[in-house]
């Protein structure tokens, strides 16, 4: 079915408004070479974003060239604000950002277990209230939220997880209730395997797969440049697969006697204390990375030797089954342990598999949900919207990669169809002209990577 025209202007404008984000300002000209559009449609576009105020102009290209065609055009950051939310089973940090992902203001407040679930998420919202007037927002647009737990696939919700904290799954519905902004959330491990394969260790990879070290295990499998999450939202809940050495096996309900147990930061804090190691109270991850880092530094190589075949155990197990060629270590522990770790983790995968499998460290920062550039990434939405438009919605979040905005020119801004919200970053290889039985979409090369 040919598209109609309000759809070709729809999807012809987000081109436009992806490739001002990507590259920076450009002259109408440019936009016409980049995109393929007639001069007319490039010049009707412009007037339309303008119009909505999306757009302006921002200079002039060159000092000999005067008049319209010298004209810059550049994305109107302080359009709509952004709000990142980094939930961890012992805090939560905020980033807000501009539609052009500079980072404006940042905060994080730690939330103990003992806190009552009433109160953490009180903690979480008011953070997230003060962190967007801090960073001149008056009104956030959206607020994408990455937190460990299963994602349901047909609601975009947040399912009970064991091991996690209550208030994790009430503070999306509370943010929801208190701002008046789209609430957004994904699966932390997925978002950081994102970002690994647009700024991090995997940049190079279609397939790999990255395997979370923190507070809890976890694994997030992309298979052809594409994110798998499973029937049930489940892919990579590695922390349940049985293995040995843990003396019991996992059930439905808690992951104690799976890999969790060998490499969840409790069991590593227990297994540094076996080698003689300070540990420090508490068995969260930023102790359990702090053993690591400092084993590390200072060569403690039996602590390290044992850590290694646990995790090469974890490793290996994925390798079997989907053979991707590469395995990124991630979470806290996995960053900290760096290269050096990576390397000898990589050394027993070689002896326990026959497949090829590199093993990585994450290229990725302390926080793997806050940086400061823009990107695009796929996120489940709530049930407040329909399943079309979580289909095709897009997210806001951030890695130390990169601020990752979802959908930076959201189309309740500028009066597109919401179901056309989800574009590719890159333009797709030439595909011809469309038909001409029905409205022209000037494109050549194909201007969107939708999915209908």
Not at 76 to 81: C, G
Not at 258 to 269: E, K, Q, R, Y
Not at 328 to 353: I, Y
Not at 421 to 430: E, F, L
Request: charged fraction near 20%; hydrophobic fraction near 45%.
């Amino acid at each position: 079915m040919p598209a109609s025209p309000s759809t070709a202007r729809a999807i012809n404008d987000r081109l436009a408004l992806r490739l001002l984000q990507h590259e920076g300002p450009l002259t109408a000209g440019q936009l016409k070479q980049l995109t393929g559009l007639s001069r007319p449609s490039v010049a009707d576009l412009v007037e339309r974003l303008q119009g909505s105020g999306l757009i302006t102009v921002v200079g002039e290209t060159g000092e000999r060239r005067r008049g319209p065609n010298a004209r810059l055009y550049g994305i109107v950051a302080d359009r709509a604000h952004l709000a990142a939310l980094d939930v961890r089973t012992e805090g939560v940090s905020v980033v807000v950002a501009d539609l052009l992902g500079t980072q404006l203001a940042e905060a994080t407040v730690p939330i103990g277990g003992g806190t009552g679930t009433g109160r953490a998420v009180e903690r979480a919202v008011a953070l997230v209230e003060r962190t967007a007037r801090a960073g001149g927002a008056s009104r956030l647009h959206t607020v994408g939220v990455g937190a460990p737990g299963l994602i349901d696939p047909a609601t975009g919700d947040l399912r009970d997880s064991a091991g996690l904290p209550t208030w994790h799954r009430s503070l999306v519905a509370a943010l929801t209730e208190r701002l008046p902004a789209r609430v957004l959330v994904e699966n932390e491990t997925n978002l950081a395997a994102r970002a690994e394969q647009r700024d991090g260790a995997a940049h190079d990879r279609g397939t790999f797969v990255l395997l979370w070290l923190g507070a809890g295990t976890g694994a997030a499998v992309v298979l052809d440049g594409t994110l798998r999450r499973g029937a049930s939202g489940g892919t990579g809940e590695i922390g349940f697969l049985p293995v040995p050495g843990t003396g019991g096996l996992p059930s439905a309900t808690a992951c104690d006697g799976g890999f969790h147990s060998l490499a969840g930061s409790g069991a590593v804090a227990d297994l540094a204390a076996e080698h003689g190691l300070k540990v420090d109270p508490g068995a969260g991850e930023l102790v359990a990375a702090a053993l690591v880092r400092h084993a590390v530094e200072t060569g403690h190589e039996p602590f390290l030797a044992e850590l290694a075949d646990r995790v090469a155990i974890g490793a290996a197990s994925v390798a079997a089954v989907l053979d991707p060629g590469c395995v990124v270590l991630g979470g806290e522990v996995g960053r900290a342990g760096g290269d050096a770790f990576a390397q000898r983790v990589a050394e027993r995968v070689a002896v326990m598999s026959p497949l090829r499998t590199e093993v990585r460290a994450s290229a990725l920062g302390a926080r793997p949900f806050c940086g400061g550039r823009c990107s695009p990434l796929g996120m489940r939405r709530r049930r407040s919207f329909s399943r079309r438009e979580r289909r095709f919605g897009w997210a806001v979040l951030v890695s130390a990669g990169g601020l990752w905005l979802s959908a930076p020119f959201p189309a309740r801004l500028w009066g597109a169809p919401a179901r056309w919200s989800r574009i590719s970053a890159q333009p797709r290889a030439p595909t011809g002209r469309a038909r001409a039985a029905g409205p022209r979409i000037d494109t050549a090369p194909r201007p969107v990577g939708v999915r209908w």
